[in-house]
């Protein structure tokens, strides 16, 4: 029933490499490093810089948060001046001699 004719021959197995902390740091440095790719750039293909898109764009968010801010205080300061007006108006009516 079990001839030895029929088993099939193994594969050979890959070299164990070396497991201490030493092998693992220059394992790296071993493997050959391949040059950097360049700048990849659309800009000649587009027309236009996607980077600079993106900062006008920056640019117009930030100039409206400001234009905001800046009609809010005046809003603010408005309110506070008619609040200030208001109780002016009452001291002064309090203490006249005539009431």
Same mark, same amino acid.
């Given at each position: 029933?079990?001839?030895? /004719?029929?088993?099939?021959?193994?594969?050979?197995?890959?070299?164990?490499?070396?497991? &201490? /902390? *030493? @092998?693992?740091? #220059?394992?790296?440095?071993?493997?050959? *490093? /391949?040059?950097?790719?360049?700048?990849? &750039? #659309?800009?000649?293909? #587009?027309?236009? &810089?996607?980077?600079?898109?993106?900062? @006008?764009?920056?640019?117009?968010?930030?100039? $409206?948060?400001?234009? $905001? #801010?800046?009609?809010?205080?005046? $809003?603010?300061?408005?309110?506070?001046?008619?609040?200030?007006?208001?109780?002016? *108006?009452?001291?002064?009516?309090?203490?006249?001699?005539? *009431?």
């Amino acid at each position: 029933m079990f001839d030895p /004719l029929m088993v099939p021959d193994l594969p050979e197995l890959p070299a164990i490499r070396e497991q &201490s /902390l *030493r @092998a693992f740091r #220059t394992q790296d440095a071993m493997a050959m *490093r /391949l040059p950097g790719l360049p700048t990849l &750039s #659309t800009e000649q293909l #587009t027309g236009y &810089s996607y980077a600079a898109q993106e900062a @006008a764009a920056y640019a117009e968010a930030v100039r $409206i948060a400001f234009e $905001i #801010t800046r009609r809010q205080q005046m $809003i603010q300061d408005a309110k506070a001046r008619e609040a200030n007006r208001i109780a002016q *108006r009452l001291a002064e009516r309090r203490r006249a001699w005539w *009431r």
